[in-house]
T-cell receptor
Framework: NAGVTQTPKFQVLKTGQSMTLQCAQD?????MYWYRQDPGMGLRLIYYSASEGTTDKGEVPNGYNVSRLNKREFSLRLESAAPSQTSVYFC????????????FGSGTRLTVV | GQQVMQIPQYQHVQEGEDFTTYCNSSTTLSNIQWYKQRPGGHPVFLIQLVKSGEVKKQKRLTFQFGEAKKNSSLHITATQTTDVGTYFC??????????FGTGTRLTIIP
C-alpha cells in the first residue's frame, strides 16, 4: 500500500520548457489536491479535484493546468515554466467530501533556471 | 480571501521545555487540522478538531479549538528531539479545501 506516489522527485527545467508532474493514489480516495510550498509561505493550493471528472482552481492556478485522468491519477502540467514556479510541489488526497485528513505524497522539487 | 494566520514563525527551545503554536482565522472554520513536516519530508496529518471548544490529546501533544471556531493551538509538553519539524495548522472553511497557515518551525537545543 504505497499511499500517494509522486514522480519525478526532482526536476530541473529551463525557462519556457513544459513538463507534467504525476500523482497517483491507491487508497480509493475521491478528492485530490495539488499544493506548492515556498519558504515562509506555507502550502498554497494550486488546483483540486473533488471527485473524478471535476477540477477547480485553488489560490494560485496561473501557469498551471491539471487533468484528473481517472480516480487514481491527478496530474499537474506546466506549459511554459518560469523561474517563479521554482518550488516544492505536493499532491494530496482524501477519501471524499467531509472531515478527513489529507494524505500527502513525498513531493517534487522543481527548479526552473 | 480566507486566510489562516499562524505564529510564531520559528521557535527554538531547550529539550524538555514546552512549545506552543497558535492559529487564527478571521472567519469561522468548519474544522481545523494539524500537520507535522519533518525537515526534507512531507506534511503528515496529526489530528482534526471539529467541535467548538474541543480539546484532544496525543501523548505529549494537546490540541485546542476555540469556542468561536476561529482559533486553535498546539501545545507540546516536555519537548524531545523527535519533535523537531514544522507544524502547520490548516483550516477548512466548509468548501472542501484546506487553507494552510505558514507554519511554525520547531528546533530543539539538546
Amino acid at each position: 500500500n504505497a499511499g500517494v506516489t509522486q514522480t519525478p522527485k526532482f526536476q530541473v527545467l529551463k525557462t519556457g520548457q513544459s513538463m507534467t508532474l504525476q500523482c497517483a493514489q491507491d487508497m480509493n480516495h475521491n478528492s485530490m489536491y495539488w499544493y506548492r510550498q515556498d519558504p515562509g509561505m506555507g502550502l498554497r493550493l494550486i488546483y483540486y479535484s473533488a471527485s473524478e471528472g471535476t477540477t477547480d482552481k485553488g489560490e494560485v492556478p496561473n501557469g498551471y493546468n491539471v487533468s484528473r485522468l481517472n480516480k487514481r491519477e491527478f496530474s499537474l502540467r506546466l506549459e511554459s515554466a518560469a523561474p517563479s514556479q521554482t518550488s516544492v510541489y505536493f499532491c494530496a488526497s482524501k477519501p471524499g467530501t467531509g472531515n478527513y485528513g489529507y494524505t500527502f505524497g513525498s513531493g517534487t522539487r522543481l527548479t526552473v533556471v | 480571501g480566507q486566510q489562516v494566520m499562524q505564529i510564531p514563525q520559528y521557535q527554538h527551545v531547550q529539550e524538555g521545555e514546552d512549545f506552543t503554536t497558535y492559529c487564527n482565522s478571521s472567519t469561522t472554520l468548519s474544522n481545523i487540522q494539524w500537520y507535522k513536516q519533518r525537515p526534507g519530508g512531507h506534511p503528515v496529518f496529526l489530528i482534526q478538531l471539529v467541535k467548538s471548544g474541543e480539546v484532544k490529546k496525543q501523548k505529549r501533544l494537546t490540541f485546542q479549538f476555540g469556542e468561536a471556531k476561529k482559533n486553535s493551538s498546539l501545545h507540546i509538553t516536555a519537548t524531545q528531539t523527535t519533535d523537531v519539524g514544522t507544524y502547520f495548522c490548516a483550516g477548512d472553511f466548509g468548501n472542501e479545501k484546506l487553507t494552510f497557515g505558514t507554519g511554525t518551525r520547531l528546533t530543539i537545543i539538546p
